[in-house]
């Protein structure tokens, strides 16, 4: 089976750090565009970071620029995102996805993670 899983999440202060895991199975992860999204209470789900397939160019969204940072290790299929600096705005639950070929759909989803970050 095809299986995304995120782990790492937690509570943590504001300027804070946390590093999530998205551990792939059943699959080639370089084969594969990796992205994370966060969805916070009452709003939609967005995008904040990917990383192409073999040639690893990132991409942020700017409220993470600078803070974030996401970087693959596909002979261990895991996808990390490190956090740093986080604000209480950053509290979601945080979802790793994969896309084939870095087109189309994102098909494959973790089951998310919870991150909290307190004032």
């Known amino acids: 089976d095809v299986q995304l899983q995120a782990c790492g999440g937690g509570l943590v202060q504001a300027g804070g750090s946390l590093r999530l895991s998205c551990s792939a199975s059943?699959?080639?992860?370089?084969?594969?565009?990796i992205a994370w999204f966060r969805q916070a209470p009452g709003k939609e789900r967005e995008g904040i970071t990917c990383?192409?397939?073999?040639?690893?160019?990132?991409y942020y969204t700017d409220s993470v620029k600078g803070r974030f940072t996401i970087s693959r290790d596909n002979a261990k299929k895991t996808v990390y995102l490190q956090m740093n600096n986080l604000k209480p705005e950053g509290t979601a639950v945080y979802y790793c996805?994969?896309?084939?070929?870095?087109?189309?759909?994102?098909?494959?989803w973790g089951q998310g993670t919870q991150v909290t970050v307190s004032s």
């Open positions: 996805a994969a896309q084939r070929n870095g087109q189309g759909e994102y098909g494959y």
């Open positions: 990383i192409t397939m073999k040639d690893d160019n990132a």
């Open positions: 059943g699959f080639i992860l370089d084969d594969y565009a």
